[in-house]
């Protein structure tokens, strides 16, 4: 027996031993097929992840469930020996994360219709949502207990009622619906709020997931949900924050409008002067207009005959005819340089394929911009051919050359932005002009002379006096200017309402300013000629209520109160300007405000007279300027004449900067008629001097509409039959940071009227742009012992604390590390201070050298100054220590006052929690704001994404085939939604591998590995 027991034993013990060699095997094929995966996904160089690329194509089958959501998908790998027997095999599955949710980031999707949907975070992808399609035994439940599994037992993101990660200030007034709660900076939105919640830097008592399999640890959670989630979820997206064409992204919250408009021109965004700086006029927080000059050379189409197919017609050359013969020109002696290139024709119509020296772009539009990027010309020669491949007409009629970079002796246009408070309607010439006619009859010795009564009888008194009435002028109170019939004559001896006035000259007024009340709308003058010799003329008169019913009024754009006082307002006259907005005075969101000459009658100067706004325009708001120079009756502020320098009128924040200047031409001025901007964004610069100088004539019943919205010829638009009536409420400027790339859809487009910067220019730009950085305070990183002189000084909210130097040339050491979140990468250095304040500024670098100091660098209006290009942990030559960045700041002002307040480093080195468009899953698709399984549906059956007719759009792809909806209004929406919730690639990607060993076709041993690899 004990024989027996024994020999028994040892065949357990053998074969024991031998499973466990045959499971040894079946790891290493596993191994095996992990590391062929990795090779697979090292020699992918495309920056573009889908289910096409070898990573998933080479091992994709119907063999294996390798993730187990109950469907195949792997194929087998056969290993042989050296007899050709099949001994093992492996199974490979590659998965990128971000195709995934994270279950560390996703929270929910606010469904309030007080809710404007940002998709600023990850925190907006609707975990709920995800976990309800899922059919799931507690969706709820489940919901609940994973944000409880994350926050912790206080329940909320990070320490509860504590700013852990010191961000409120920027929150609490950053004009983004940080905690997707439906209210825009409400105080103390920085606490408690989803951000703080930081997998990677957990604050308070807060979990995070560390792997997918760690959801598990969710009691509601049975063995069959999990077979439903591992398939869906991860915890380990990462997405390189690069374009398809691996440029790194740029940060659209920190660019200047000289940097974008550089990115339109090499996107090929037509009109990219004006597109930059209403961007950068939407996005910044100041009211400082953005103005860039537009450089060009225009080189002309020239009537020369028939040109291949193209003949000429107008001032241009057309081509009806499809793939005819193309049009050829040759420019030569051209500027050297590097130059983007936009192609004309006609508005709206195609201009054909267009080639310059060999390279070609078909089907361009009228004002694009070539997308073949800056263009050098060899030997200084163009050579340019378009042909007509299209079943429609093409225009060609001159091309422009833009540099890159700033050459001499180009045209020359500045070009300005649209800031969110505008100049909306002016009133030049409140005055209502009655001429005499023959039929007037004024007896005595007055005669018809064509045009105007004259009296040849001198010392005639009464006797001689003539009398003249109008019945057909407003009620009011009306300063009387007399006209004889020439310049120089006189009038006569005048009397209105029984007051006298002698002597009388053309272009006098009546009593030297004395107002008069007309009323039941009649008005009557008698007038004699009391000269000892010589004749007296009559021709017309002015009822004048200038300069006091002279009006600017403004509108702000804004979703937001703006507080106007002490800004200032400069117009075409030297008398009276400049004039400051009283202290106190606000204009609230999308209102109007009258910048009155005086308001009630309390105007120095022309006060107590009878004549103010609020007699003529009742009690709409207003306020009355505050003038530096003195006012009279006889003023005239905004000149009815053309002025030296032109007809300007000049808004300007406390620091003097410019917030919008407008002109108009004395052609367009008319009695008691208002001039007023249709949409007040749109900009015309007739004649080109970089001041918008488009205007429409009132149409409203009293000739204005201060206060009011406007009614005039532009409000309305005819598309086909239909006359749609336009508001100003449509046209919003945000004057904050942008929540996501899609805002950009929304900025006014400037170059016509009720429109907004195109989705097809948002979808050129979308994948290059990016709406976050790392911002890195300067308080409480100042190096100990080597401040220089540098110290805190607190400020009141929405402020940070900042470092300040009261001593020129002194200097303050900063350091940053890892724990402050700085990540090794490649970035642009953006210092900010205090505008006007020079600094200049070296940087440590890891051979322990200092990098020469910078010139004296002067912030502008938002403080900031461009370092440059930086690399931290790269180990280059010139690059930061690892994870470590430090600077020196020296005070270079020539006042002696400096101030150091943080750093931008731009773009942010990656991004969490994004999905990819690409690979993922309906249900992972579903999670995102927006998308239902309509549009869900449209995004899988229009992959791939990114590379379309191989423009290299990247997400811009979304808008561009459609995928997002029919209408531009669902478009723009949507997009704007989701653009910083999507990628088309990964940096982080799953490896499933199953590796079974085989005798005979019997499966001996069998391993699943999983892996994660970070590329």
Known sequence: IMALSFAFTMRLDLKAAANYLESTRASY????GITYAQQILKEDNRDIDSFEDKWHSIFTGSDVDNDGDGQADSKWINVYNDQGDTIGRYAVLVRDETS????????????????????????????????????????????EDILSFRYGPDGQPGEMGVDDNQNQRILDSDGIDNNADGIIDEAAEGIDEPMEYNPFNLYGDDKAFETPFEISKIKSITRQDLQKLYAYITTYSVDKNIDVEGRLKNNINSMDAH???ILLQDAGVRDPFQKAVNIIDGRDDDF????MPKLYNRLSAVNRGPAGDWIWKGNCYQSDVKDGLPYTVTWVNLPEGEYYIGIFGVKDELVGDVTVNDLTQNSVKHGEILRIGPVSFENRILNLSIANSSENPCYFSYLELYPRLGQQNFNVTEISGVEGIRINEIMVRPVVSRSVFSGQAPGGDWTWQSGFYQNNEPKGGKTGEGEWTWKDVRDGKYYIRLFAGASGQEIGDVEIGGSRSANAMDGDLFGGGKPINVSGGKLTIRIQNNRESGSAYFKSIELSQEPDGEYIELINLTPREVNLGGWTVEGPSKEGWPATIPLGTAIGPHEHLVLCVDKDDAQNGINNNGISFISIWGKEKSTALHFLRTITPNSDLLSNDSFIGGNFITLKDPMGHIVDKQEYFIGNVSDYRALEKS?????????????????????????GTPGLPNDNDGMKEKIGEEIIEH??????????SFSSIGEIAFIPLGIEPWRTIPLEDVAKIADRLIVFGVRLEAENHIVKGREGGWKVVQRAAPFTDWCESGKKDSIGTWKWEAMDGLKNGYYKLKVFGEEGEAIAISMHLANDVWTAFTPGLTPGPDGGIVFGNIEIGTASGISAPNNTLEIKVKNASETGAAHFDFIMLDPENASYGRININTASKKVLGALPGIDDDIADNIINNRIFGNKNGLNLGIGDLIAAGALGSSDADKKNRFKRISNLVTVHSGCYRIIVTGQILEKGKVLAEKKIWAVFER
């Open 100 to 143: 995934f949710l994270d279950i560390n980031l996703a929270y929910k999707h606010n469904l309030s219709p007080l809710k404007v949907t940002e998709g600023w975070m990850p925190y907006e992808l609707d975990l709920k949502k995800f976990l309800d399609s899922l059919e799931l035994k507690d969706p709820d439940k489940i919901y």
């Open 288 to 291: 400082s207009q953005s103005v």
């Open 727 to 736: 508001y100003d409420t449509e046209v919003n400027i945000k004057n904050k």
């Open 259 to 261: 940097a974008l408009a």
């Open 29 to 32: 094929l596993g191994q095996a």
């Open 679 to 703: 949409d007040p964004s749109y900009v015309i610069d007739s004649n080109n001097n970089g001041v918008s100088d488009n205007w429409y004539a009132s149409i409203a019943k009293k000739g």
